[in-house]
């Protein structure tokens, strides 16, 4: 049997995950994948290194096993990127300043991902980018566990750190931070969609590896600033709306935005923020604030023909009833819970009868 093209490296003690994992690899890669499985692993760090051990292929995936890959063309892509970085992954970020990656905020943070729980119909789309990346961001220096793909030379100047990252979290971060400081290229590429069947876990486990990375590279991290926005995230009760949404936030350029500012974009160029007193003499294509933003230029946004959304505390109807009260003149056309705390409107001009 001829070398196979790619080697995916899994950490898994559940066989029935592991055989549904399997299933959707094989139909996406095809019969040329090696599939590595470590299901007596110490630590992702220890079981990985296992893996890597019995890796055939020069080309390396190292991810979850409770992840669906949605794109059948995923192999080309990473043969692509993989051609010009030497790691690639579906998320991370081109700055870190901590343990915990997204601590950066916009625009440090890039890549999508789809989370549920198992069981869920419920989807939530990260769009760490604000829909603002290329297809491909460079200069990466911290990618997510969930899926990691890098060529076998990252290995000959770094390895996976089994001393300090001896559980199950911080090993994605300290083993591509490790790879940056050695002047390896990483890369994030949105085409690399996937859904992650885990919401993650910010425990006390965590926060322990996390003070470890810190410790570790003290120093070498940057101290960090208030970001000027975080990512969104959407949740919508059926998959076909999940895949929908992701496709319309990363084509409207949307962002969730601090302290009451306005985004607009428009159609000849980048979107900018704009104070309360103007809106500049432009057509504008979309704009997206938060509940405090004033209500005049929400209103003028709305006439201009342009959809205006908006998140803010509590369900819709809440958040409707505040806006309504505050500022007629427009009109909910849908509605998306964020959480049981917050929620998103989308507004357009209202039509006379």
């Not at 690639?88 to 970020?93: K, L, R, T, W, Y």
């Not at 980018?129 to 890098?150: H, K, Y």
């Not at 885990?198 to 003290?218: E, I, L, P, T, V």
């Amino acid at each position: 049997m001829s070398e196979p093209v790619f080697s995916v490296i899994t950490c898994s003690i559940d066989a029935k995950k592991y055989a549904h994992f399997a299933d959707n690899i094989r139909a996406v890669f095809g019969a040329q994948t090696q599939l590595v499985k470590i299901d007596d692993a110490r630590s992702l760090t220890e079981g990985w290194t296992r893996g890597l051990a019995s890796a055939e292929s020069d080309l390396l995936v190292f991810c979850h096993d409770d992840i669906e890959i949605l794109d059948e063309r995923t192999p080309q892509y990473l043969l692509e990127d993989l051609t010009d970085y030497d790691l690639v992954g579906v998320a991370g970020a081109s700055k870190l300043v901590t343990g915990n990656w997204v601590a950066a905020g916009f625009p440090y943070l890039h890549g999508s991902i789809i989370t549920a729980e198992p069981g869920s119909r419920c989807f939530t789309h990260y769009l760490y980018g604000c829909g603002r990346d290329d297809v491909i961001t460079s200069n990466i220096q911290a990618l997510d566990g969930v899926f990691i793909a890098c060529r076998r030379r990252v290995f000959e100047a770094v390895e996976f750190d089994t001393k300090h990252f001896d559980g199950f979290h911080l090993y994605d971060l300290d083993f591509c931070y490790a790879a940056h400081l050695a002047g390896f290229r990483a890369a994030v590429d949105l085409r690399l969609r996937l859904i992650h069947y885990s919401g993650g876990s910010y425990d006390k486990a965590w926060r322990k590896y996390r003070s470890r990375f810190d410790r570790k590279y003290a120093g070498r991290l940057p101290k960090p600033e208030k970001p000027v926005a975080w990512y969104p995230n959407r949740s919508f009760a059926v998959r076909d709306e999940a895949a929908a949404f992701s496709a319309l936030a990363t084509s409207m350029k949307r962002a969730r935005l601090l302290n009451g500012r306005v985004f607009i974009s428009r159609p000849d160029g980048p979107w900018s923020p704009v104070e309360p007193a103007s809106i500049p003499d432009c057509s504008i294509a979309y704009a997206e604030a938060d509940e405090h933003a004033p209500m005049d230029l929400l209103q003028r946004i709305c006439r201009s023909g342009a959809p205006a959304v908006v998140t803010g505390e509590g369900p819709p109807e809440a958040l409707w009833g505040r806006l309504a009260v505050d500022g007629p003149g427009f009109t909910a056309v849908a509605a998306s819970p964020d959480t049981r705390a917050a929620c998103t409107l989308i507004l357009q001009k209202q039509e006379p009868r």
